[in-house]
């Protein structure tokens, strides 16, 4: 199987708490459209040599430009770097995995990302 290396979730964590922007109308409409409820879930990967790929790629891509633009207003799709941005401002460790929400009347997670 091969790895999809921009279908991942990127976040902060500081002191035990998640730190992730939060865009309500997206969240919205994917949880709408996919029949999802509840708060966001997520799911660290902790295979090193997975997460190193996955960094790879967020290096290859990265644009310094777009992080300066972002660093006081996150941007919906741009995880990697608003999480940068926030462990620049405040400190925090990267953290890299899947984000979802629960099926509405199901015990199964939809991963939107990862």
Known sequence: MSLNLADIHFWVERNGMIIDPEFIAWE??????NNLEG?????????KETIKKYLKYQISIFDVRTMNILKDQPMNRQC??????????????????????KI??????????G
């Open 28 to 33: 919205n409409m994917v949880k709408k459209i």
């Open 39 to 47: 708060n966001k879930i997520y799911q660290s990967l902790n295979d």
């Open 80 to 101: 990697y770097i608003n999480s940068l941005n926030e462990i620049k401002k405040n400190g925090g460790k990267l953290k890299v995995g899947k984000l979802g929400w």
């Open 104 to 113: 509405r009347n199901k015990d199964d997670i939809w991963w939107e990302y």
